[in-house]
């Protein structure tokens, strides 16, 4: 089992920058990929950005790319979401998840998931 809490959400103004924080615990960090992903009311959840467990790998959605940058710090068992020029479409509950799929941007194949942290983004 790997247990993911996420933290740093918050309520911005547009263009504003967050920092999403997903601390991991239980079984070895290093082994699995890691994901975020969001969901707004109303909405399928959605792929926002991923990294592979090395870190040398890293995929965005196209709305986010750009804006957006995933970082892991294996030493510290932590995966990070950096978000710059926040818009209010990007106001969603955002969730971390942790898999060892090689499919990455789609929520079914990750094995593991954070209760989520929200981001609103006022206009």
């Known amino acids: 089992q790997v247990q993911l809490v996420e933290s740093g959400g918050g309520l911005v103004q547009t263009g504003a920058s967050l920092r999403l924080s997903c601390a991991a615990s239980?079984?070895?960090?290093?082994?699995?990929?890691m994901g975020w992903f969001r969901q707004a009311p109303g909405k399928e959840r959605e792929f926002v950005a991923a990294?592979?467990?090395?870190?040398?790998?890293?995929y965005y959605a196209d709305s986010v790319k750009g804006r957006f940058t995933i970082a892991r710090d294996n030493a510290k068992n932590t995966v990070y979401l950096q978000m710059n020029s926040l818009k209010p479409e990007d106001t969603a509950a955002y969730y971390c998840?942790?898999?060892?799929?090689?499919?990455?941007?789609?929520?079914?194949?990750?094995?593991?998931w954070g209760q989520g942290t929200q981001v609103t983004v006022s206009s």
């Open positions: 998840a942790a898999g060892d799929s090689a499919v990455l941007t789609l929520w079914p194949y990750y094995d593991y």
């Open positions: 239980g079984r070895t960090f290093s082994n699995y990929n």
């Open positions: 990294i592979r467990r090395s870190g040398g790998s890293t």
